[in-house]
């Protein structure tokens, strides 16, 4: 029963994707729209995935919580508490522009993943939390597998078609205008400074619910998972490859990057033992090869943003 | 574009082609953290987990002759990583059980979301944390190496048995250090010992000098390192000696590399021991080590002993259980729980014929007998070492 495997495998990679997507959704409205270089997208990540570990956990000593609440109540919290760190986070590092933003964030996802890593009464630091109840969980393992995907699915394609709405909306065009050319916008009476934390927050915001998404998935989570290798470096190179600016670009690109990643280990696994040691870091080679290949050959990503006129969907301006 | 689609039609060709196996092998998967933090210490854990399975291969096989084949599968310490690579050892290499993963958090993802639902036995050879403890494992998950809780716990017993009373505790930030550290303290404290210093500390950093002398600033002369003797726990190491902070220093098996002396020299080292899990049958250990260097490994390495232990009692269980991966957990309880045939390292063909027969049979390992407790825990036995011409030389028993 080879195809089985496969399937089982293809559904794991997908629901793996539907998961990073939404980090590269979120980055995207603050990069591809907003022109925000947002480099702490592990700790908006690590505040969803343990805020909800936290809420839906059964009790457990030593920590705060688990209050073991239903799921969607933790996916909500995980958004909602997200946003929360976002806003004095927004508020302050936002004055920055571009590189100096980047280096405030990154500092700022640190101190997350180190309070997180320390905090024994929060988080129970290095231990991370287990137990955290994963929506029909208790399914055999094909089937259980298939329901967490179409969650997750249905989740992605909600975000997906109301950042869509979002961005083609008038609001998407001021976005747009304030990245473009921020004094013009100006100019035309927005708000800039305001603009541009409403979209760090929202893009936030749905990273806190991917990690959400993941600590369910995997029943757990610790401070490996919210490494900035896996979650802040990789997302941006996702982005980037598959095209910021465009939505079906971010999330084309977590497809095309991941599978490469993933699938490019069968391969090395076929060799003898000791090499296959060695070519593991064939693979991370791999995947600066393509950020350096797309980055020389098609900067604007696999899938570019659209440009020219968008339809406006709603009739009154901001 | 036309790039990319190439390579993933490369990539997917490449794996149908090769993943359709010959059936005449048997797959266990070898899952580590090949890349990220402890890639210092993951090839020869993976090597002496090879060592085990090509002694199956050269003393008859498994099952019924067939090869035993170990797949590499990289969980690069996260569980991002460590699921990916779970998922592939079960769903398209086939294997019938996993040795590993490596680090803890991986263990608890991939046990999780891969292997319970999935119904394979994993037996991991370093994830300490006591979160694996209490996972709801449907009796799944083992490991070879104990629970941080139960060295921290000896290791304090032995060092007041010593006469310290008075010390400084150096622990790395991760489920490992903390782990340790935590058990240590409690222990240490609750036998009328004085912790005058406790601290964690981030891996890597390039100098702890204000760490140490705030260590010692609270006038303990004797500091415990527990952090890995080939990373951050050698520059901590170092700088306490090149400083003078402290004279006597402690550490735990994660300490007990053999760079600390070829790094610092061992007449620097007299006054530092450390504990480390050994087998109660130290011929065991003998065997493996024999066994390890001439296939060009070095047996005192981290945790080399327990990695072998793991792949060679998962070759162990797989045979009792007859290749059926629903039954190599269950398997694997029979073949270590202190009652049988002793089955050393290597004895494969003895052990492959003994089962055959129906007996029963008993691995006792280079790290320790492990005779699993209900939580698929190993209680360990450790033992006290200190620096000598000669590499690390065991200076008694822990208690």
């Known amino acids: 029963m080879e195809w089985i495997g496969f399937a089982n495998y293809a559904v794991y990679m997908a629901i793996f994707i539907c998961i990073y997507a939404l980090l590269s959704l979120g980055l995207n409205i603050q990069w591809g729209f907003t022109g925000l270089f947002n480099a702490g997208i592990a700790g908006f990540f690590a505040v969803g995935a343990y805020t909800s570990a936290v809420l839906t956990s059964p009790a457990a000593d030593g920590r705060l919580g688990g209050f073991d609440l239903p799921f969607w109540v933790g996916w909500i919290g995980a958004m909602v508490a997200a946003a929360l760190i976002a806003w004095p986070i927004g508020k302050i590092c936002l004055r920055f522009r571009s590189d100096y933003l980047a280096i405030a964030t990154i500092g700022v996802a640190e101190i997350i993943r180190l309070v997180i890593k320390s905090e024994d009464w929060l988080t129970n630091s290095a231990r991370g939390i287990t137990d955290i109840p994963r929506p029909l969980g208790d399914l055999p393992y094909t089937m259980s597998q298939l329901a967490y995907l179409a969650i997750v699915m249905a989740i992605l394609l909600v975000v997906y078609l109301m950042v869509e709405r979002q961005i083609a909306s008038p609001w998407g065009r001021m976005m747009r205008a304030i990245r473009d050319n921020e004094d013009a916008a100006r100019a035309m009476g927005k708000d800039v400074p305001y603009r541009r934390l409403e979209a760090f927050i929202f893009g936030s915001a749905l990273m806190g619910l991917g990690g959400a998404l993941f600590a369910h998935f995997n029943r757990s989570i610790t401070p490996e998972a919210i490494d900035p290798m896996v979650a802040t470096f990789l997302v941006w190179i996702m982005l980037i490859l598959g095209g910021s600016g465009n939505n079906r670009g971010a999330i084309l690109g977590v497809a095309v990057v991941w599978v490469i990643w993933s699938v490019s280990e069968i391969v090395t696994d076929q060799f003898p033992h000791e090499y296959a040691v060695k070519a593991k870091y064939l693979r991370i080679f791999l995947i600066g090869l393509m950020l350096q290949l797309v980055l020389r050959f098609r900067p604007e990503g696999l899938l570019p943003e659209a440009s020219g006129e968008r339809k406006p969907v709603g009739k009154t301006g901001n | ?399």
Not at chain 2, 23 to 48: E, Q, R, W, Y
Not at chain 2, 220 to 247: H, K, P, W
Request: glycine share 12%; aromatic share 6%; proline share 4%.
């Open chain 2, 1 to 399: 574009m036309k790039l990319f689609q190439t390579a993933i039609a490369a990539a997917l060709l490449g794996a149908t082609a090769l993943a359709a196996p010959a059936h005449a092998d048997v797959k266990i998967g070898l899952i580590g953290g090949v890349t990220g933090p402890i890639a210092a210490m993951a090839p020869p854990m993976i090597a002496s987990a090879q060592l085990a399975i090509d002694q199956v291969n050269a003393n008859g096989g498994i099952l019924d002759g067939q090869k035993l084949i170990g797949v590499v599968g990289d969980s690069a310490c996260n569980p991002q990583n460590g699921t990916d690579a779970a998922t592939k050892a079960v769903n398209i290499e086939g294997v019938v059980a996993i040795v590993g993963p490596h680090c803890s958090g991986s263990v608890l993802a991939v046990a999780n979301s891969v292997t319970v639902p999935a119904g394979i036995a994993i037996i991991t050879p370093s994830g300490t944390s006591p979160e694996i403890t209490s996972l709801d494992d449907k009796d799944t998950v083992f490991r070879t190496v104990p629970s941080d809780d139960y060295q921290g716990r000896a290791l304090a017993r032995t060092l007041l048995d010593r006469g310290t009373k008075k010390v400084a505790v150096a622990y790395l930030n991760n489920d490992y250090g903390k782990g340790l550290a935590e058990a240590f303290k409690s222990e240490f404290e609750a036998n009328g010992g004085e912790i005058a210093g406790y601290a964690a500390h981030e891996g890597e950093k390039a100098s702890y000098r204000s760490n140490l002398a705030e260590l010692a600033s609270g006038g303990a002369d004797t500091l415990v390192i527990l952090d890995y003797g080939d990373g951050s726990g050698l520059t901590l190491l170092r700088q306490a000696l090149e400083n003078g902070f402290f004279e006597n220093f402690v550490g735990a098996d994660g300490m007990k590399s053999d760079a600390t002396f070829k790094e610092l020299g061992a007449e620097n080292l007299t006054t530092f021991v450390a504990s480390s899990p050994v087998g109660e049958k130290s011929d065991a250990l003998e065997m493996f080590s024999k066994a390890f260097t001439e296939a060009g490994g070095d047996p005192s390495a981290i945790f080399v002993t327990t990695s072998y232990d793991a792949a060679f009692l998962m070759a162990l269980a797989v045979e009792k259980a007859g290749g059926d991966k629903t039954k190599v957990a269950a398997a694997m309880r029979e073949i270590s729980n202190g009652t049988g045939e002793t089955i050393l390292p290597g004895e494969w063909a003895k052990a492959k014929e003994l089962i055959a027969a129906g007996k029963a049979i008993d691995y006792k390992g280079a790290a320790g007998d492990h005779n699993f407790d209900e939580k698929g825990d190993v209680p360990g036995a450790y033992a006290l070492f200190k620096v000598g011409a000669n590499g690390f030389e065991m200076i008694g028993e822990m208690k």
